[in-house]
RNA sequence: GCGCUUGUAGCUCAGCCGGAUAGAGCAUCGGCCUUCUAAGCCGAGGGUCGCAGGUUCGAGUCCUGCCAAGCGCGCCA
């Protein structure tokens, strides 16, 4: 939480530094009224030190104007005042300024401002201009940031809840792309430990079965289909070439779970029977074929879902180049490090983690933690600036000691942004799914794209704030009925093209250059309100890319698809009045370019017809 | 027990670094298709913003305590 909050100060700070380049009528205001603050500073009105932030809100109410500011009650203290005379000095101190045509003090002291809707037209000419880059800024001015996400064991296919880190994931990046972020998204693959031993073991396992063999296979193993496809194809290329007798494989390794043993012991004796009989190149073989299937299968599932990585970076990498020795000796050379009980520990707790934690086993064996270190080591060195890790909520436990390891390693620990994504409960209907990916019973993102598809899933992935615990009902969302909100959306766009089509049929033109000299023509309420939408979007997106919010686009979206629709309703735009359809025409046709840009941004499409 | 996250309408959730009368979707009820797609629109009902204090001109929003839920507290990853 202190990250975010660090993260919006640096968000106003660029916003100000920019905000001369930014035809903003928020932003124009802002600077109006830090004009009339300066003006009651130096006539001693406001006292010298008075560095007011300028708050300015859209009305909610129409009767307020466009536009509110509090600055007259935030001030009122400091300049020794009553409120609503403070801001009849403020409003009198006011620059004048030709979009702005009335100012008025309300309620306890509130500054409104309202705009001049012949200015606000000017948004319609903009949006054509700008077209598919119209809401795209510079506010990130090329700071390199990383963004890793799902970053998923390679130990079986995707399953729904890793669906919201790829869609949350992949629209916070692409949105820090959107304004102006240098952004690299990254999957790290944690294709060493453990877990990788018991995928590669328990493809051997079935393999043997390929081979004909009748064994009691692990509680503890992948029991998934896939495993099965694996080991098949390997059966198919290599035969019986690495078979081994059941009475081999299984004398002397402790019972399993089921067989009134312990699992997580029987299935380690097996890993270790597996590496023995096959030997280092042939256990490779089994491991190499199931860490292949299965990251060929995640990198076609997410591109398939429109997540694109710039790079895959593998934890085995870190092994093979020492990375993770010298990122403890790193942490060794500022004493960081010391020995207990035969391991090694990095004395976390110094820096802020609840308790020490060990990155060297007493049997020599890295810990997970000591290559998470030599991966961040690795990304500050790459010399990124910022650092943003999308991990499952279940994990946030583990963000005191990464960000322990990069003070330790020297570097600013607030360069790195760990954003939690929350997947509490997995419903089909009334039911509730019980997910685990050992015993095969899941269902796969797969699953989910080709029930729902792509452009529902997404939405309804990012539909809400990241780290809220959610209800995903697979019932809902494989609905194709008008509760899945992603149609609403999409029909508004296909409502537009739909107009569009129908003026051929309706015998009547267009003339573009004749509509944007009409647009003063826009006078009903409808219209109004779409014009004032139509202006928030580069706004709403800002906001949304440095929040790391998607959310706050959706809403966007809906709201400006429910001012479409409530217009459509109430007004025809196909008219005999020809400068009035053709201003109308041009609106909706922002309207519908908006909704795309956004859909885009959101990798959902935007169809012509529904 | 300690820590993190969350608690807003019947359900799922918004609520813009504190601001004017707390919003949306779904569900319920009532209207609107001979006119550009009714996957839509208009309207109604529905609230002790978990509870109790505190901060101040003003608190759903900030602070403290309590209650409840989820998650985490490994020489697992």
Same mark, same amino acid.
């Given at each position: ?441 899941? !269902?796969?993102?797969?699953? $989910? &794209? %080709? ?5 529902? /899933?997404?939405?309804?992935? #990012? =539909? ?110 196909? !008219?005999?009045?020809?400068? $009035? &359809? %053709? ?5 909706? /046709?922002?309207?519908?370019? #908006? =909704? ?15």
């Amino acid at each position: 939480m202190d990250n975010r909050v660090i993260l919006i100060d640096n968000a106003q700070i660029i916003f100000r530094f920019f905000y001369p380049f930014l035809p903003v009528m928020k932003k124009k205001l802002e600077v109006l009224l830090r004009q009339a603050v300066d003006t009651l500073k130096s006539d001693g009105t406001l006292p010298q030190d008075a560095d007011p932030v300028i708050n300015i809100e859209h009305s909610r109410d129409p009767a307020h104007g466009d536009f509110a500011s509090n600055l007259a009650l935030m001030l009122a203290k400091a300049a020794k005042s009553n409120p609503r005379q403070l801001a009849e000095k403020i409003t009198a101190a006011l620059p004048g300024d030709d979009a702005v045509i009335k100012v008025e003090i309300a309620g306890p002291g509130f500054i409104n401002f309202f705009i001049d809707p012949n200015g606000q037209y000017e948004i319609i000419r903009t949006v054509h201009d700008r077209g598919s880059e119209f809401g795209l800024s510079k506010t990130g001015a090329g700071k390199r940031v990383q963004v890793e996400f799902v970053s998923a064991n390679p130990t079986g296919p995707l399953h729904v809840g890793h669906g919201r880190g790829a869609a949350y994931g992949s629209v916070v990046a692409d949105l820090l792309e959107a304004v102006g972020f240098d952004v690299h998204r990254e999957y790290y693959v944690n294709d060493a430990g453990r877990q990788m031993d018991i995928l590669a073991t328990s493809i051997w396992l079935r393999y043997l079965e390929d081979c004909g063999e009748v064994l009691h296979f692990p509680c503890n193993g992948y029991r998934g289909e896939y495993v099965r496809d694996i080991s098949s194809a390997v059966h198919r290329a290599s035969g019986d070439a690495f078979r081994f007798p059941v009475q081999t494989v299984f004398e002397d390794i402790p019972p399993d779970e089921t067989q009134g043993g312990d699992k997580e012991i029987h299935i380690d004796a097996l890993i270790a029977r597996a590496k023995t009989l096959l030997g280092g190149a042939h256990y490779e073989h089994f491991f190499q074929a199931g860490l292949n299937d299965i990251l060929d299968d995640i990198r076609d599932d997410l591109r398939e879902f429109g997540v694109e990585y710039q790079e895959w970076f593998s934890e085995r990498s870190l092994m093979a180049d020492d990375s993770v020795a010298k990122a403890l000796d790193r942490l060794r050379a500022g004493g960081h490090l010391y020995e207990k009980d035969g391991a090694v520990w990095f004395a976390s707790s110094r820096l802020g983690d609840e308790k020490d934690r060990v990155v060297q086993r007493e049997n020599g064996q890295y810990t997970y933690f000591a290559s998470d270190i030599a991966y961040h080591m690795n990304k500050l060195d790459r010399g990124f600036e910022e650092l943003i890790n999308i991990w499952g909520a279940d994990h946030h436990g583990y963000i005191p000691r990464v960000k322990a390891a990069m003070t330790a390693l020297g570097a600013d620990a607030d360069k790195l942004k760990v954003l939690l994504v929350q997947f509490a409960t997995l419903y089909r209907g009334e039911e509730k799914v019980q997910m685990s990916t050992r015993s095969g019973e899941f !269902v796969t993102l797969r699953q $989910l &794209r %080709n029930e729902v598809g792509r452009d529902a /899933a997404r939405f309804f992935y #990012v =539909l809400r704030r990241s780290e809220q615990h959610m209800d995903f009902d697979l019932k809902l969302a494989t609905s194709r009925t008008n509760e899945n909100p992603v149609f609403y959306v999409q029909y508004a766009h296909a409502r537009v093209c739909s107009v569009f089509r129908q003026l051929d049929e309706k015998g009547l033109d267009r003339d573009l250059g004749l509509g944007m000299e009409s647009l003063g023509l826009l006078k009903e309420e409808h219209e109004l309100n779409l014009v004032g939408r139509l202006s928030r979007y580069p706004e709403t997106l800002e906001r949304a890319a440095l929040q790391h919010e998607p959310h706050q686009l959706i809403l966007y979206l809906r709201e400006l698809a429910n001012d479409f629709h409530a217009y459509y309703n109430a007004h025809q735009f196909l !008219v005999e009045d020809a400068p $009035l &359809r %053709n201003a109308r025409l041009n609106l909706i /046709a922002a309207v519908r370019q #908006v =909704l795309a840009n956004g859909l885009g941004l959101l990798k959902i499409t935007s169809p012509e017809t529904m």
